[in-house]
């Protein structure tokens, strides 16, 4: 396991080829492709933010009694990466995205995720898989930063816990 500032990495074992991966990029459709890596922050009262990771891209467990399925605690973002000429990789205007996503969760009485940190989310996940940013300077890699309610037990309130995950 390596890191990336805040983020623990832990690789994927069975990516994509290259060859696979040109492949579904040629007609990818909206939201059915998803990149081999996913960011992960929980976040609790009395840690705050914390144990941040890039892993692979894989299914979630949760509680059937999970806070967010019954009172839809959650709050998602969208943005996009490019490729330039000079083959650098880029988003468009990232920290309106992030003001964004705090006022949403701010609207839910939901923990604020600090603009570094969704800005450094975002890094770190195009460190790690930005060959899934199409060649193509005219296509993009849609991003969708989301978070949600992880607290288990019912009852209308703000969450304890909280996942974010891009």
């Not at 399925?69 to 205007?93: N, P, S």
């Not at 930063?145 to 037990?153: H, L």
């Amino acid at each position: 396991m390596s890191n990336i500032g805040f983020f623990d990495v832990r690789s994927n074992d069975a990516p994509l080829s290259a060859n696979e991966r040109t492949a579904v990029l040629e007609d990818p459709g909206f939201g059915a492709v998803f990149t081999d890596h996913m960011v992960q922050i929980r976040w609790n009262a009395e840690r705050g933010w914390h144990d941040g990771a890039i892993m692979p891209y894989a299914p979630l467990t949760l509680d059937p009694a999970t806070n967010f399925i019954h009172y839809g605690q959650a709050v998602f973002e969208g943005l996009k990466a490019y490729r330039h000429e000079d083959g650098g990789l880029y988003t468009f205007r990232p920290e309106a995205n992030a003001l964004r996503f705090q006022r949403s969760a701010a609207r839910l009485a939901m923990a604020e995720l600090p603009t570094d940190l969704f800005l450094d989310s975002i890094a770190a996940l195009l460190s790690v898989d930005g060959h899934w940013v199409p060649q193509d300077r005219e296509k993009s890699l849609y991003l969708r930063p989301f978070m949600f309610a992880t607290e288990v037990g019912l009852g209308v309130k703000p969450a304890s816990e909280y996942l974010y995950l891009l």
